[in-house]
């Protein structure tokens, strides 16, 4: 089983709004990556966690919070957003943070900001 | 990590074999080549990596070249299905990341 399941597929949002990102992977993976995609694009990484520690941040606005409560679980909080940064979040996992594991994929949650 | 570069898009014709290309010619010792595909909408799927070896498994086959300067992945038979986006990816063996560039759309038809 390699799932990685992401609550929800669609979000809407204004720009006021407080919302959440939820990712979940019962697979005892250790590694926990956050990726935005716009359309036509490839993904981008924003976070990484590994070993429930953020080991990574690509320069991310702080309107993008993640947080990762225990080895399963990751979530992305979103506060005051902007209409660009509509697009698909796609959170994956793998064993560890060794380049050799593989990186698995959830379907991703659509977001739009309105 | 290494940069790859990768045809921008790919014709091939159903039950036929789709060869990819990927150039990663400043590969290091170090880094292993991924692909992932990702069909319209859905998350990417991990297809296949590989190190130096030639790699097979029940989705595609990898060949990597002696020098690991360039590498193909074979759809030994393709099917509508396989219509989507594909990328190569070179990862550090001691790095979190996966980045991706700009991938090949491949397009099956009847």
């Known amino acids: 089983d390699t799932e990685v399941t992401q609550t929800p597929k669609h979000l809407v949002m204004g720009m006021t709004n407080k919302k959440s990102l939820k990712c979940e992977q019962h697979?005892?993976?250790?590694?926990m990556y956050w990726y935005k995609q716009k359309a036509k694009k490839p993904p981008e990484l924003m976070f990484v966690?590994?070993?429930?520690?953020?080991?990574i941040n690509e320069s991310v606005p702080s309107r993008f919070s993640p947080e990762c409560p225990n080895s399963s679980l990751l979530n992305l909080h979103l506060h005051a957003l902007q209409p660009e940064d509509s697009a698909l979040y796609l959170c994956?996992?793998?064993?560890?943070?060794?380049?050799?594991?593989?990186?698995?994929f959830g379907e991703g949650s659509w977001l739009t900001v309105v | 990590d290494a940069k790859t570069t990768q045809p921008t898009s790919m014709d091939c014709a159903e039950g036929r074999a789709a060869n990819l290309p990927c150039n990663h010619s400043?590969?290091?010792?170090?880094?292993?080549v991924y692909w992932y595909r990702q069909i319209h909408s859905q998350g990417p799927q991990y297809i296949i990596h590989?190190?130096?070896n030639n790699e097979t498994n029940e989705m595609a086959s990898l060949i990597i070249t002696e020098d690991r300067k360039s590498s193909t992945l074979i759809l030994p038979h393709a099917t509508l299905r396989d219509t989507a986006v594909y990328y190569c990816?070179?990862?550090?063996?001691?790095?979190?990341?996966?980045?991706f560039g700009t991938g090949t759309r491949l397009q099956v038809f009847p």
């Open positions: 994956a996992s793998s064993l560890s943070g060794y380049g050799g594991n593989t990186i698995y």
């Open positions: 697979m005892g993976h250790r590694a």
């Open positions: 966690y590994s070993y429930e520690k953020l080991s």
């Open positions: 400043t590969i290091s010792g170090n880094e292993y």
């Open positions: 590989g190190l130096k």
């Open positions: 990816i070179v990862r550090n063996l001691n790095t979190d990341k996966l980045i």
